[in-house]
C-alpha cells in the first residue's frame, strides 16, 4: 500500500492506493532446525535438561514447587547412586531340617516322626488260657498251695501237707467297724428306750449351735423326727453321758456363763416351754446326765464280773 500526499496553498489531499502484489511473510523456521541451533539442545538429557529449562519463576504454588524439587534431588540421586540388591538373610545353624509334605498343603513342615512300635500278635495257647482263666470259678483259700508247700509235699515223706487258712486279727474288725460306724451316724432302733438328747434339748440347756460344733462330737445317732414324717428328715441326737462330760469341762462352764450374761437370759428361762411332752422329755434327760456323773457304787462296778 502506498499513500501519496500533496499539498497547496488551500487544500491538503491525501491519496491511499492498495499495492496489488503485497509482500509475503518471512517463513517460520522448522522445528526441528531450531532446536538443533538453541544451545540447550545440546546440553544433558533427563532430569538435568528439565532443571535447566524449566525454572522457579514457572511455577507459581509454592507446595508444587517443593514438591518438584524433591522428586528432581531423588530422581538425580537415584541416577547417580544405582540402589544395590538386598542380602538374603542366613539360616541359623541349628535350624533343623524340614520336610515338605507332598500336595496341596507343600508349605507345611511335617512333624517329627516316633518310630513304630511292633504289635503284639497273641497267639493261639494264649488265647485258650486266657478263656480258661476266666471261665474258672474262684478257688477256694484253703485248696489253694503255695510253690513252697508244693515243694514241700514233693519232699516229704508223708505226702500230705496242708495249708492252714490265715485269719486276720479280730481287733482289725473291731476297729474298721467302729470306725465306719462313727463316721455315719446309724438310726435308734424301734422300741429304743434310752435317752437321747436332740438339739431343743440342748438349747433349752443353753447350747448354741456354735457351742455344739466347738464341744461336742458329731452326732452319735438319728432319730426320725415327727414333725417332718413324710419327708423322714433325721434329727441328730446324744448320749446323755456325751453331754454330762460336755458340760464338765471348765471351759464350757465359762463359756456358758459368758453366753447368758450376753443374752440376757438365764437356763430356768430357756428351759421354760409351755408343750408339757418336751418338759417331760426335758426332765428325763436332765436326769440322765446326772446319774451319769455319779459315780458307780461297788455293787455296781461289781455287778458285771460277779
Not at 496341596?104 to 513342615?109: E, F, G, M, N, V
Not at 513252697?148 to 485269719?167: D, K, Y
Not at 437321747?196 to 433349752?204: D, E, I, S, V
Amino acid at each position: 500500500m502506498t499513500m501519496t500526499t500533496s499539498s497547496s496553498s488551500s487544500q491538503i489531499h491525501t491519496a491511499t492506493t492498495l499495492d496489488p502484489y503485497p509482500p509475503e511473510p518471512a517463513a517460520r523456521p522448522a522445528a526441528g532446525l531450531a532446536e538443533a541451533a538453541t544451545p540447550a539442545a545440546a546440553g544433558p538429557p533427563g532430569p538435568a535438561a528439565v532443571a535447566e529449562a524449566l525454572s522457579f519463576e514457572t511455577i507459581p504454588i509454592e507446595l508444587l514447587r517443593e514438591h518438584f524439587t524433591k522428586w528432581l534431588i531423588e530422581t538425580l540421586i537415584q541416577a547417580h547412586f544405582p540402589t544395590e540388591p538386598k542380602p538374603k538373610r542366613a539360616k541359623a545353624a541349628n535350624r533343623p531340617p524340614t520336610r515338605k509334605r507332598e500336595g496341596p498343603l507343600t508349605d507345611a513342615a511335617l512333624p517329627p516322626q516316633q518310630p513304630e512300635s511292633p504289635r503284639f500278635t497273641p497267639t493261639a495257647a494264649l488265647i485258650e488260657s486266657t478263656s480258661a482263666a476266666r471261665m474258672a470259678p474262684p478257688a477256694d483259700l484253703a485248696q489253694v498251695q503255695s510253690p513252697v508247700a508244693a515243694s514241700g509235699l514233693a519232699n516229704s515223706p508223708v505226702g500230705v501237707l496242708t495249708v492252714s487258712r490265715i485269719a486276720a486279727p479280730a481287733s482289725t474288725d473291731l476297729s474298721i467297724e467302729a470306725s465306719a460306724s462313727s463316721a455315719r451316724p446309724q438310726y435308734v432302733r424301734m422300741g429304743d428306750k434310752s435317752v437321747w438328747l436332740t438339739k431343743p434339748m440342748l438349747r433349752a440347756r443353753g447350747w448354741t449351735e456354735s457351742a455344739i460344733r466347738d464341744f461336742l462330737p458329731g452326732p452319735e445317732a438319728l432319730k426320725p423326727n415327727p414333725r417332718f414324717a413324710v419327708s423322714g428328715a433325721p434329727m441328730p441326737v446324744w448320749r446323755p453321758a456325751t453331754v454330762a462330760k460336755a458340760e464338765s469341762d471348765p471351759k464350757w462352764r465359762a463359756w456358758l456363763e459368758r453366753s447368758l450374761q450376753r443374752r440376757q437370759t438365764t437356763l430356768a428361762a430357756l428351759a421354760d416351754s409351755p408343750d408339757q411332752e418336751f418338759r417331760t422329755r426335758l426332765e428325763l434327760a436332765d436326769q440322765a446326765i446326772k446319774d451319769s456323773l455319779v459315780p458307780p457304787t461297788l455293787l455296781e462296778s461289781l455287778g458285771p464280773a460277779m
